[in-house]
């Protein structure tokens, strides 16, 4: 099974619009910990927002938040006010555990596109 | 503060050669992780090192090797390359198990 799914794969928003993009996670283990990162088409990978197991507060980075419901085993990243430079693709990623160290396992992807 | 860098940004290689890449992480960070990113098979973890240490490894065959050194710099080899192998390979540097920053990555084409 899928550790980390992402349904969508591609998706359009209006500029200045929020976004939410999904992120569905399995894990056995307590402990874990999920990341949000955006790859622009240079390749390189920006850490966006963290989200640990135990937190009880959803995350916020600026215009980055976590929506993170446990029980549902999602991690939703919500974009507020999009902007031209979000075009980009999105990785949701898991650490499970203890003995996993830093192994993080991602998901397969949301391309977003910002229209003007 | 400096980010992650990796050397070189883009490289050629012919099937059957091998090949070193070499990642600086972040000053401070003992740990050094690689990714391999393909079309196919997305982002796939290759291992992990944690004070000279491999901490994990992914699964990939035993073509694939890492080392750290005591500055924490890390390098990947890859030997008898085949075309498979030519994808982005990125790195990332944490200090401990905190979030992890990646370089520019170094993308292999082989031939």
């Known amino acids: 099974a899928q550790k980390i799914t992402q349904t969508q794969p591609g998706m359009f928003v209006q500029e200045k619009e929020a976004v939410t993009l999904d992120c569905t996670y399995d894990?056995?283990?307590?402990?874990?910990?999920l990341f949000w990162y955006k790859q622009p088409s240079s390749g390189e990978m920006i850490f966006l927002i963290y989200?640990?197991?135990?937190?009880?507060q959803n995350a916020t980075e600026g215009r980055y938040s976590l929506n993170f419901q446990k029980a549902r085993k999602s991690a939703n990243l919500v974009i507020s006010a999009s902007q031209l430079g979000d075009s980009a693709m999105y990785f949701c990623?898991?650490?499970?555990?203890?003995?996993?160290?830093?192994?993080?396992?991602f998901g397969g992807g949301t391309r977003l596109m910002v229209k003007p | 503060k400096a980010g992650v860098t990796q050397t070189p940004r883009y490289l050629i290689k012919t099937r059957g050669q091998q090949v070193t890449l070499s990642c600086s992480p972040i000053?401070?960070?003992?740990?050094v992780s690689w990714y391999q990113q393909t079309p196919g098979q997305g982002l796939q973890f290759l291992f992990e090192?944690?004070?000279?240490?491999?901490?994990n490894k992914g699964n990939f065959p035993g073509r694939f090797s890492g080392r750290q050194f005591s500055n924490s710099r890390s390098e990947m080899n890859v030997s008898t390359l085949e075309l498979g192998d030519s994808a982005l390979y990125l790195c990332?540097?944490?200090?401990?198990?905190?979030?992890?920053?990646f370089g520019p990555g170094t993308r292999l084409t082989v031939t």
């Open positions: 990332a540097s944490s200090y401990d198990r905190g979030e992890q920053y």
């Open positions: 894990t056995s283990d307590q402990s874990y910990g």
């Open positions: 989200q640990g197991s135990y937190d009880e």
């Open positions: 990623a898991m650490r499970e555990g203890r003995s996993a160290g830093n192994m993080l396992t």
């Open positions: 000053s401070g960070h003992r740990s």
């Open positions: 090192y944690f004070s000279e240490t491999q901490r």
